[in-house]
């Protein structure tokens, strides 16, 4: 309810099921998209003509594609906003469409239909590769859009006989999200993993302890024993957090923020500094990994490469998500964008104000 609720504020209509088309990102530079944008809509029409009564398609892209369609009438509507987390948004989907991208492997928990829409499958397989062989994918492989729209089609009209299908190949790809976890992979890369039956395969799904394994066996102690280097630093007297947009601010502001947590005692303060997400600016990464204290515990949020009307909620939304439930004694706010703090902060200051707090 929770989640159908985001979605409605989000203007996603929650009354008709959802077809989710998720296409992976393509091209061989991060802020190059290697797509034609023209037969990518051309895509999408025939998708939306083929679902019957009760469904509507849409889309979850990357954000340079979201960029072009934020301002197409046609389109802007189908577009799945950035403030809606992805595991959320699967939760509720009801057929999903992909490629090469694994955002599948996500979505195969929900144990609901997806349908592989290749149309350039030999140039990806030979460039990128695969996640895994196109043969055992769990769903319907389409190289041709008609294709693909018409075993769209076919599978909401007929969601049983679809997913009895791929059952087998669905089952073994779930496989290695059941008990053994952690067993299986160090089975496979000894070379020594075997895939049992079907039925064996069934036995051993979802009994809700993955975790619990998992930790037994990296940190060889049980589930209600911390590791020693698990430290939560609850000893410390202030827990301070730095919030800094340095694409924006002044080189003075860095040096400003330099000298004030060179100079701070880390017996009594726990440190954070919250920025924006570095990508291919080395320089900037190298000053806040080189130049900070290595007791500074350094937080980065995704910053949307364009400013657009999701521009403030989608910062603010990762922000919550670097974050948490995370609380601070102290904030110090160097950015020039609105933030909000109240929720993380007994108070908020200006940086230079009260520094021997």
Not at 340 to 353: R, S, V
């Amino acid at each position: 309810k929770y989640i159908v609720n985001k979605l409605r504020k989000a203007g996603i209509d929650t009354s008709r099921k959802i077809v989710l088309y998720a296409p992976t990102w393509k091209g061989q530079l991060y802020n190059k998209l290697d797509y034609n944008l023209s037969e990518f809509k051309s895509t999408v029409r025939k998708f939306q003509r083929s679902v019957p009564e009760g469904y509507n398609v849409y889309l979850r892209v990357h954000y340079f594609i979201y960029k072009e369609l934020e301002a197409d009438e046609e389109f802007k509507d189908m577009l799945i906003p950035f403030t809606i987390d992805t595991n959320e948004l699967l939760s509720v989907v009801d057929v999903m469409i992909s490629d090469y991208s694994s955002i599948f492997f996500d979505f195969l928990r929900t144990g609901k239909p997806v349908i592989f829409y290749v149309p350039d499958l030999k140039e990806y397989e030979s460039g990128r590769g695969l996640y895994v062989p196109i043969e055992a994918l769990p769903g319907a492989v389409c190289e041709d859009i008609e294709d693909a729209a018409n075993t769209l089609n076919a599978c909401i009209n007929n969601l049983d006989a679809y997913n009895e299908y791929y059952e087998e190949k669905y089952l073994r790809m779930q496989w290695w999200c059941s008990k053994g976890c952690t067993d299986k992979v160090i089975e496979t890369l000894l070379g020594n993993a075997e895939i049992p039956d079907k039925e064996k395969i069934k036995d051993e799904m979802y009994d809700g302890m993955n975790s619990d394994r998992l930790i037994d066996r990296v940190w060889g102690s049980g589930k209600n024993k911390k590791p020693e280097h698990n430290d939560t630093k609850q000893d410390k007297k202030n827990h301070i957090l730095y919030c800094v947009d340095w694409k924006t601010c002044s080189p003075n502001v860095l040096e400003e923020l330099k000298e004030v947590v060179d100079n701070i005692d880390y017996e009594l303060a726990d440190v954070t500094i919250l920025t924006n997400v570095f990508t291919d600016n080395l320089p900037t990464k190298q000053y806040f990994h080189r130049m900070i204290p290595r007791d500074v515990r350094i937080l980065t949020y995704t910053k949307l490469p364009y400013e657009g009307d999701s521009t403030s909620q989608f910062i603010m939304y990762d922000i919550e998500r670097t974050l948490g439930r995370s609380r601070y004694d102290y904030i110090y706010d160097l950015s020039p964008l609105p933030r909000d703090w109240p929720k993380y902060a007994i108070t908020k200051k200006n940086l230079g104000e009260d520094e021997e707090s």
